[in-house]
């Protein structure tokens, strides 16, 4: 008997309407508002249709969003172009395995508040309203290394022996077996990695932002809703956030597809 598989997008249609069944459930019994009050932790979704699209605050949206999105891919390519070098540096002297991955190891396990906090001291925020800040660039930076390094570094030993010997039987050295046969066989492995930095790299920012003394952005503008009980502003951002994450994921995957269509299917 062969099955039928549902279709991509049915399936995110199912899942999004079945989120958004068991949000309008939790708000309207779990997060009621008390008696005598109308601020609820958990607005319900039409309150933040209502907030985004009635009041038409989506029309300020990409002026909050610019800051971070220009923060966030500068500290994408920062920290995935770090983490590739890195990865090449083990390929070239395996004897630093060790370090690189216990460098990466600890860029990931860093409590990212403390670091914020340090950073902002460091680095400071924005110079003028509406530049990326560079608190933020930092953390988007820094939350990339971990999965690119160990992704580039596993793809990379992946690669064939067979195919190695034969590089190095007709005189290729390292460079040339990693040109040749390590870099195609890490290329799957890479790309996806890269494509998961991408939502990495936003929360990054958005971090950066909400611990930075900023004005403009994701996070001095959830800061302010938060200060003012604004629950259906601050939800509002939240699913705006998700769906700018979620857009930029799917841009990669599709350049990813079109640079590499014969490694497509593995690192779709």
Sequence with gaps: MTRTRMPGWLAGLVGGVTLIVVWWIFSATAFHPAEGSTFSPVPSPLAVFRWLFVDGNIA????????????AGIGYLWGNGVALLLATVVLLFPKAETVITQIAVVSYCLPIVAIGGISVVVLGGAKNPGDPSA???????????????????????????AALDVVHVYGGGRWTQLRKVRLVA????????????????????????????????????????????????????????????????????LLIRLVTPWVAGKAA
């Design 135 to 161: 608190t933020a660039i930092f953390l988007a930076a820094l939350v990339c290394v971990f999965t690119t390094v160990v992704g580039s570094i596993l793809g990379f030993s992946s690669a064939d022996r």
């Design 60 to 71: 300020g949206a990409w002026s909050v969003f610019s800051p971070t999105l220009a923060a």
């Design 186 to 253: 890490a290329l799957p492995s890479i790309l996806n990695a890269l494509q998961i930095a991408v939502p990495t790299a936003f929360l990054g920012a958005v971090l950066g932002e909400y611990l930075g003394a900023i004005t403009a952005g994701v996070g001095p503008t959830l800061i302010r809703l938060q200060g003012q009980l604004d629950s259906a502003g601050v939800w509002s951002v939240f699913l705006l956030c998700a769906v700018f994450a979620l857009v930029a994921y799917g841009i990669v995957g």
